[in-house]
C-alpha cells in the first residue's frame, strides 16, 4: 500500500458511518465494507459479512429491487431510507447515500455509506406523535377555552339580566311604595273638584276651565300610577281565547282619534283567520295601546301606522306552557303581531334604553317612560315574545308572538270585553282616561 | 231622587276626605252623611247612627278597616248593613277581576270620583 492508501484505509477504518461497495441485482454482494459497517450488521467479521447476499439484509427484498432500479436510473441515491435487519436478525432503520459505478471490465457496482438511523427515526416518530398530541391537547384546550368563554358569556348575560330585573324590581317596587302613597291625596283632588264643579256658579267661565284643568291633571297623575302599579304588582291574567285580529282592532278604536289628529293613516294587514290565543284581552289592549301612541307621538307630522297579524310555525321559541299544542314535528303555532310605523326611529345608543322604566326622551307630561316597561312585562306575563327595532326602511317596527291555542284555524268567539266607561277625553289625556277606563 | 235621604257612615282616617265626600254626598240631597275619623269609636258611632250603608277605609292606624268590618258584622243590629271598602291599596282592574268583591266584600278602589261612586252607592242603596 502507498503511504496515500494506507491514509484512505485507515479513514475507512476509523469512519462512524458505514462505507461499503457491493454489486446490484438479486444476487449482489459486498465487496467492500468498512468496521463501522460489519459492527452494524452485527457480523462476526469482514469476511462473513462478505460472503452474505446484500438481499439478505433486507426485511423486504422488493425495497432492495426498487432501490436497484432507482439508482440504475439515475446513477446515484440520496438519502434512501431502507428497512434492514442485521445477520442476527435485528432490524434497523437505515438511510443510504449511494452512487453506480462501473469497473474497467464493464461491470456495474454501487459505491455506498449507510447510517443507521434507528434511533433517529425512533425520536421523529416520538416527536411527531408528541406533537399530534400537543396540537390534539392544544384543540381540546382551545374548545375548552371556547367554551369556558361562551359559558362566562352567558353567565355574564344572565347577570347582566339579573341586575337589570332586580334593577327593575327595585324601581317598580319603589315606586308602587310611593303611588300608594299618592293615591289618598289625589282622591282628595279628585272629590273636591267633584264638589267645586258641582257648585259652580252658572257661568262662572274661566272656573270651570280650572276645575277642568285640575281634573285632568289628577286623572293623569292617577294615570301614571296605574302604569306604576301595573309593573310592580304581581298582576293576574285574565286569560281566555281570544282572537288578535279583534283585539287588533279595538285596540286601533281607543287611539283612533290620537291617528286623526297627527294625520296618520292606520293600514291594517291582518291574516284572515287566526287561531284563537291565549291572553288576556285587558292587557293586551294595553300594549297594542302603548305602542300606538308612541307610534303616533313619534309620527306628530303625519305617516303610517302599520298593523299586522300572521300565523308562524316555528320550533320551541317560546317557552312551553301548559296550554299550548305540539304540532307536526315538534312544531308550535304562533301569532305573530306587528306594530310599524315610519317616523324617525329610535337612535341606535337609546335602543337598549327604551323597556327601561321611566325612560323617556318625550317631555314632562307627555312621557313618563312607563309605556314600553308596562309592554314588557305584560308580554312576560303572557309567555310572549317581543322586539323592537328600526325597520329597514326606517320607523319603527315592534314584533310579538303569542303562541298559538291550538292547531286548529278557525277563529274563536272573543269574549265580551270589559265594558268601558268612556268619557269626553282631550287629547292631551287621551291616554289617561284609556287607562281610566279599565 | 227618592223620598227618605239614605244614611251613609264613611269611616276613613283622612279628614278631608271624608268632609268632601260628605259634602259631595249632601249636596244631591239623596244622602245624609256621617263621618269616623277614628276607627276605634267606628262601632259606637254605627249603632248610634244605624246607616243604611257604610264606606270603609282599609288602611287606617290603630284599627284596620278589616277589623272594623268584623265588629260591624258581629253586631246583629248591623250585620245587615252592607259594607263597601275604600282603599287605595287595590287596582281597579283587580276589583272588577273579581267582580268587585274581595273576601265576599265590595271594593271600590281609590281615587274614585263622584261620578263612579254615586253609581256603586246607588247600586247597593237600591
Ligand atoms: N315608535 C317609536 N318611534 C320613536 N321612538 C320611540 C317609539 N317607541 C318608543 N320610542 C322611544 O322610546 C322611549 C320610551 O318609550 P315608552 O313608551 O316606554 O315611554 P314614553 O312613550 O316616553 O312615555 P309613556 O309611554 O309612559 O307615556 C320614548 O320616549 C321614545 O324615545
Ligand atoms: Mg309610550
Redo the contacts between chains.
Keep these: 500500500m502507498t503511504e496515500v492508501e494506507k491514509r484512505y484505509a485507515e479513514l475507512m477504518d476509523h469512519l462512524p458511518v458505514g462505507v461499503y461497495r457491493n454489486t446490484p441485482g438479486d444476487e449482489g454482494r459486498f465487496l467492500e465494507a468498512n468496521p463501522e459497517l460489519v459492527a452494524m450488521f452485527e457480523a462476526e467479521s469482514r469476511e462473513q459479512l462478505l460472503g452474505c447476499r446484500v438481499n439478505d439484509l433486507y426485511v423486504d427484498p422488493g425495497q432492495r429491487k426498487v432501490f436497484c432500479e432507482k439508482i440504475l436510473r439515475h446513477g446515484f441515491v440520496r438519502e434512501h431510507e431502507l428497512e434492514l435487519k442485521t445477520l442476527k436478525g435485528r432490524r434497523l432503520l437505515a438511510e443510504v447515500n449511494a452512487t453506480l459505478k462501473r469497473d474497467k471490465g464493464g461491470e456495474l457496482y454501487i459505491d455506498g455509506v449507510i447510517a443507521d438511523v434507528t434511533e433517529r427515526k425512533r425520536a421523529e416518530a416520538d416527536l411527531r406523535r408528541a406533537c399530534a398530541e400537543l396540537a390534539r391537547s392544544q384543540k381540546a384546550l382551545k374548545s375548552t377555552m371556547r367554551q369556558l368563554l361562551a359559558s362566562r358569556d352567558q353567565l355574564e348575560q344572565a347577570q347582566l339580566g339579573l341586575i337589570q330585573a332586580a334593577r327593575f324590581e327595585s324601581v317598580a317596587t319603589l315606586a308602587a311604595g310611593v303611588a300608594?302613597e299618592v293615591?289618598?291625596p289625589?282622591?282628595?283632588?279628585?272629590?273636591?273638584v267633584?264638589?267645586l264643579d258641582?257648585?259652580l256658579p252658572p257661568e262662572s267661565g274661566d272656573l270651570a276651565g280650572v276645575v277642568g284643568d285640575i281634573r285632568e291633571a289628577?286623572r293623569r297623575a292617577?294615570a301614571i300610577i296605574?302604569e306604576i302599579?301595573?309593573l310592580s304588582?304581581a298582576a293576574?291574567l285574565?286569560r281566555r281565547e281570544a282572537d288578535m285580529n279583534a283585539v287588533v282592532e279595538r285596540s286601533l278604536t281607543l287611539v283612533h282619534y290620537e291617528a286623526q289628529a297627527a294625520r296618520v293613516q292606520v293600514v291594517r294587514d291582518l291574516a284572515p283567520s287566526l287561531p284563537p290565543v291565549l291572553i288576556d284581552t285587558?292587557k293586551i289592549e294595553q300594549v297594542l295601546i302603548n305602542l300606538f301612541l308612541n307610534s303616533l307621538q313619534a309620527m306628530a307630522q303625519g305617516g303610517r301606522l302599520t298593523v299586522s297579524t300572521r300565523v308562524e310555525r316555528a320550533r320551541d321559541a317560546v317557552r312551553s306552557n301548559g296550554a299550548s299544542t305540539v304540532g307536526e314535528g315538534g312544531e308550535h303555532q304562533f301569532v305573530a303581531v306587528e306594530v310599524r310605523d315610519n317616523g324617525p326611529g329610535i337612535p341606535r345608543e337609546l335602543l337598549p334604553k327604551v323597556f327601561d322604566p321611566f325612560f323617556s326622551t318625550k317631555p314632562v307630561g307627555v312621557g313618563t317612560g312607563l309605556g314600553l316597561a308596562v309592554v314588557r312585562k305584560i308580554i312576560d306575563l303572557h309567555e310572549a315574545t317581543i322586539d323592537l327595532a328600526n325597520g329597514a326602511e326606517g320607523g319603527v317596527r315592534v314584533a310579538m308572538r303569542f303562541r298559538a291555542r291550538s292547531p286548529t284555524t278557525s277563529v274563536m268567539p272573543v269574549p265580551d270585553a270589559?265594558k268601558r266607561?268612556r268619557t269626553a277625553i282631550r287629547p292631551a289625556s287621551r291616554k289617561a282616561a284609556i287607562l281610566e277606563a279599565? | 231622587m227618592k223620598g227618605a235621604k239614605k244614611r251613609v257612615l264613611i269611616v276613613d282616617d283622612e279628614v278631608s276626605f271624608t268632609r268632601l265626600l260628605k259634602l259631595n254626598l249632601e249636596q244631591s240631597d239623596g244622602y245624609e252623611v256621617q263621618t269616623v275619623n277614628a276607627p276605634l269609636t267606628a262601632l259606637a258611632e254605627a249603632r248610634r247612627f244605624q246607616p243604611e250603608l257604610i264606606l270603609l277605609d282599609v288602611m287606617m292606624p290603630d284599627l284596620p278597616g278589616g277589623d272594623v268590618a268584623a265588629q260591624l258584622l258581629a253586631d246583629p243590629a248591623l250585620r245587615h248593613v252592607p259594607i263597601i271598602f275604600l282603599t287605595a291599596a287595590i287596582k281597579k282592574a283587580e276589583v272588577s277581576a273579581c267582580g268587585g268583591l274581595v273576601g265576599g266584600l265590595p271594593f271600590v278602589a281609590k281615587p274614585v270620583e263622584m261620578k263612579e261612586l254615586r253609581r256603586v252607592l246607588d247600586a247597593y242603596l237600591a
Design positions: 300608594h293615591k289618598n289625589l282622591q282628595i283632588i279628585l272629590m273636591g267633584d264638589y258641582a257648585n289628577a292617577n296605574r302599579l301595573e304588582v293576574r285574565d285587558v270589559p266607561q279599565r
